[in-house]
């Protein structure tokens, strides 16, 4: 919820789950034609590929009410597997999966590499496609959101006891 976007275009969240042959830009008629199993289901954020070149801290902003694992799906010649270089924001935060890719109708791309990051509930800033020292990607990314690990427990009574004594 509360999807705050730096370019001011309306990024919306996805019809249904993320899934082969739907639109994941708001401006683009480009589909998936493949993807990991890892991230089939996800919830995602329909971003504008006309912000390719955006830039800034807190460029996307959004809220989530339970703990998830944001998936940045990211513009495969921004990689340096083909001698791009990812945002620093993106690099220094996220966990980069460059064997898991999203095969797109977008022929100039290719396909979207995958990073992955845990967050808690509450707000989730990402920084812009193109913060540097960002190079070599031409399509923005777009956000896939899963159910997350990390569930905080609060041990009451003698499930906090029995708790303590398993651990020892």
Known sequence: ????????????????????NKKYYIDRDYVA???PDKIKGAQWIMTANDDKSS???????FEIDKPAVVWMAH???GEK??????PKWLSDEFKHHPDLK????????????????EFKKGKVTL????????????????????????QAVQLQGKLGVTWGTIKK
């Open 102 to 117: 999203i095969d797109v109708t977008d022929t100039n791309m290719g396909f979207f590499t995958l990073w992955e990051k």
């Open 81 to 86: 597997e083909k001698g791009g270089v990812p």
């Open 33 to 35: 034609t493949s993807m």
């Open 75 to 77: 513009d495969s010649r």
């Open 127 to 150: 920084g812009g496609n193109t913060d540097p020292p960002a190079a070599g990607q031409g399509s923005n990314y777009i956000v896939l959101i899963m159910p997350g690990t990390a």
């Open 1 to 20: 919820t509360n999807i705050n976007v730096g370019s001011g275009k309306e990024y919306k969240v996805g019809d249904g789950p993320f899934d082969l």
């Open 55 to 61: 830039t800034g801290d807190d460029f996307l902003t």
